[in-house]
């Protein structure tokens, strides 16, 4: 009998998926999302990813962009940028299912090179196109290589490998090969974006970050908003915010506690962004995301 991925997925989900829906893989990178309601906005920084919708529905949106896309259709963001999100259809009959896989620059650097005759593409960090035959097939794949767990650390590599390709060789391809010019700003910037995950919480001059990038401090401002849509410093604020908001509905810490966590001296500058941002107080904010995680279990 011929399994479709959305069966498999759908199964590897369910016995797999946390509490947030999220059913985290062996190999890195890969991982499937699940959703039985509608779900609130969630705000995140992207990093860049492919997201293959299978059932259900969602929509993204970037600054003033809004992006719908559904069962059948792939969600690319080519570089590490602030989005909201929102699954729109889902249902208890009909979960919200997406599997997801994270870029890996190095595999696309190398690829690229081997690719070299095709083109690029430049423009939006966020694309929705229809999902590639051989890009699904690839898919299904390493959705049955999951069930054999002995084999994941042997040829999980390769097959993650062959996805890159099918995706470097479709659709979303050309925009995805610009990730893979070698010394480019996106992988320049990329190099300081993994210093402003990693530290975040930190002070972080932007004298050592375009350092990091090999920039000038004015040219890496100037590229860094090019690729990410914000400045570093607002960067920075976002990634402290979203990590301040799980502290306090995952981890129940108190509003305060998550402001100095994540690096604030001041509470009241942090309720103030917090509610800039999220619409809310702190306190108000995670109440309210607490009881859509109630009515969703």
């Known amino acids: ?13 369910e016995a797999f998926a946390d509490p947030a829906g999220f059913a985290r893989s062996p190999m890195g990178g890969l991982m499937i999302v699940r959703s039985t309601a509608p779900s609130g906005l969630v705000h995140a920084i992207s990093k860049p990813m ?3 919708v299978l059932q259900g529905s969602k929509q993204v949106a970037m600054g003033s962009d809004l992006f719908a896309f559904g069962a059948g259709d792939s969600l690319l963001i080519t570089a590490d940028v602030p989005i909201v999100s929102q699954i729109t259809r889902a249902s208890t009959d009909a979960p919200y299912l997406s599997l997801v896989v994270e870029l890996d620059l190095a ?6 090179l081997q690719m070299a005759a095709l083109t690029v593409a430049e423009g939006a960090a966020v694309r929705i196109e229809p999902t590639d035959g051989e890009v699904a097939d690839a898919a299904l794949r390493l959705m049955h290589l999951l069930e054999r767990p002995a084999a994941v650390p042997v040829l999980g590599p390769q097959m993650l490998r062959e996805m890159h390709y099918w995706l470097l060789a479709g659709r979303h391809g050309p925009a995805i090969r610009r990730l893979g010019w070698q010394d480019s700003h996106a992988q320049r910037i990329a190099g300081a974006v993994a210093v ?3 530290e ?4 972080l001059p932007v004298e050592r970050l375009a350092a990091i990038a090999g920039m000038s401090p004015s040219s890496f401002h100037q590229y860094f908003r090019a690729v990410t849509s914000l400045s570093p410093l607002q960067f ?18 108190s509003a305060s506690s998550a402001a100095f966590a994540v690096g604030y001296e001041s509470v009241p500058q942090f309720t103030r962004e917090y509610g800039r941002m999220f619409g809310l107080p702190p306190a108000k904010d995670t109440e309210a995301t607490r009881g859509r995680a109630v009515a969703a279990a």
């Open 50 to 52: 492919a997201c293959l």
């Open 1 to 13: 009998m011929t399994e479709t991925l959305l069966n498999v997925a759908s199964r590897y989900a």
């Open 196 to 198: 402003l995950r990693a």
């Open 200 to 203: 975040f919480a930190r002070p």
């Open 107 to 112: 595999v696309i650097a190398e690829l690229t």
């Open 236 to 253: 920075q604020k976002q990634l402290r915010l979203i990590e301040a908001r799980r502290l306090m509905a995952a981890e129940g810490l």
